[in-house]
Nanobody
Framework: QVQVVESGGGLVQAGASLRLSCAASGLSAYAMVWFRQAPGTEREFLCATSWSGDWRDYADSVKGRFTISRDNAKNTVYLQMNSLEPEDTAVYYC?????????????????WGKGTLVTVSS
């Protein structure tokens, strides 16, 4: 049974760090992807990883601040976010991509979590 469940969101001050978790079962053949969506904007690709961990990709907007990782034993994907800014305020989503050709496109995802809200105050 496929499940994608995000956790770890919350309210933090600018400059703080936060780690999001994505419990993803039944998805060993998929690339796992983090997106976010701020009010009034489109869903934005952040980063992706293969389940083997030998491949990762980041959007330019978060490269150097965000890190995606996974723990296969726990079926969990993480998003470590450092130096958070008010502009990072959004709902963060974890998703499973069946194809490495479409992992940046929200339309290309096969499964989604319900999201977790991150609010960064100035």
């Amino acid at each position: 049974q496929v499940q994608v469940v995000e956790s770890g969101g919350g309210l933090v001050q600018a400059g703080a760090s936060l780690r999001l978790s994505c419990a993803a079962s039944g998805l060993s053949a998929y690339a796992m992807v983090w997106f976010r969506q701020a009010p009034g904007t489109e869903r934005e690709f952040l980063c992706a990883t293969s389940w083997s961990g030998d491949w990762r990709d980041y959007a330019d907007s978060v490269k150097g601040r965000f890190t995606i990782s996974r723990d296969n034993a726990k079926n969990t994907v993480y998003l470590q976010m450092n130096s958070l800014e008010p502009e990072d305020t959004a709902v963060y989503y974890c998703a499973a991509a069946p194809s490495y050709l479409t992992y940046k496109d929200p339309q290309g995802m096969a499964f989604w979590g319900k999201g977790t809200l991150v609010t960064v105050s100035s």
